[in-house]
């Protein structure tokens, strides 16, 4: 079954959307200053080398085409969030969209990697950033997606102890992702069955 939202407006699911997010990047700047310092706060954004932005573009398209599989040879059901992802996407512009999905990947980056991870490891981190993603809790294929995405990011952290190669990959596997949304893919499959 389905699950719905619909007391809540297209309008104002993406206001709340943009909302959490600016929380989220808020209290990344804070935590990072409070626990690393200007200076070290400041060093987690150095550039890395071209070898690790290469990883983040090869963990962003191993996710990006894992979960363009999911959605076309699963069953749908198995995937349902209640089309929030279609609601919050289908709505914005390219320029909107890639707006959003700098923001949402800076701001959990820096939190979950530059912030909570230092303090609690690559899996704690991860079980903390899936029960963050609350709606998908009653989706065991979606938790354990997500679960997994969250430990590749990390494992790009920890590679270097830099926040660029976990923000790419996490950029662009929402940007991808959003443009797929946008491009009906999802919504074609799911009306087929």
């Given at each position: 079954?389905?699950?719905?939202?619909?007391?809540?407006?297209?309008?104002?699911?993406?206001?709340?959307?943009?909302?959490?997010?600016?929380?989220?990047?808020?209290?990344?700047?804070?935590?990072?200053?409070?626990?690393?310092?200007?200076?070290?706060?400041?060093?987690?954004?150095?550039?890395?080398?071209?070898?690790?932005?290469?990883?983040?573009?090869?963990?962003?398209?191993?996710?990006?085409?894992?979960?363009?599989?999911?959605?076309?040879?699963?069953?749908?059901?198995?995937?349902?969030?209640?089309?929030?992802?279609e609601r919050i996407f289908s709505g914005l512009s390219p320029w909107?969209?890639?707006?959003?999905?700098?923001?949402?990947?800076?701001?959990?980056?820096?939190?979950?990697?530059?912030?909570?991870?230092?303090?609690?490891?690559?899996?704690?981190?991860?079980?903390?950033?899936?029960?963050?993603?609350?709606?998908?809790?009653?989706?065991?294929?979606?938790?354990?997606?997500?679960?997994?995405?969250?430990?590749?990011?990390?494992?790009?952290?920890?590679?270097?102890?830099?926040?660029?190669?976990?923000?790419?990959?996490?950029?662009l596997i929402d940007l991808l992702l959003?443009?797929?949304?946008?491009?009906?893919?999802?919504?074609?499959?799911?009306?087929?069955?």
């Amino acid at each position: 079954m389905k699950e719905q939202h619909p007391m809540i407006d297209d309008a104002t699911l993406r206001f709340h959307l943009w909302l959490t997010q600016l929380i989220v990047l808020g209290l990344a700047a804070a935590g990072s200053l409070i626990f690393h310092g200007w200076e070290k706060s400041l060093a987690l954004f150095h550039l890395p080398p071209a070898r690790a932005l290469l990883w983040s573009g090869g963990v962003a398209l191993l996710v990006v085409l894992t979960s363009i599989a999911m959605d076309r040879y699963l069953p749908p059901k198995w995937q349902d969030d209640g089309d929030i992802n279609e609601r919050i996407f289908s709505g914005l512009s390219p320029w909107q969209t890639a707006l959003l999905c700098i923001i949402i990947g800076l701001g959990e980056e820096w939190l979950f990697r530059g912030v909570i991870q230092p303090f609690a490891g690559n899996l704690w981190t991860s079980l903390l950033f899936t029960l963050v993603h609350v709606r998908y809790l009653r989706k065991p294929l979606l938790i354990g997606s997500v679960f997994l995405t969250s430990w590749l990011l990390g494992c790009l952290f920890e590679a270097n102890g830099l926040l660029l190669p976990p923000i790419l990959a996490h950029i662009l596997i929402d940007l991808l992702l959003a443009f797929y949304i946008q491009c009906g893919c999802t919504r074609e499959r799911r009306s087929r069955k």
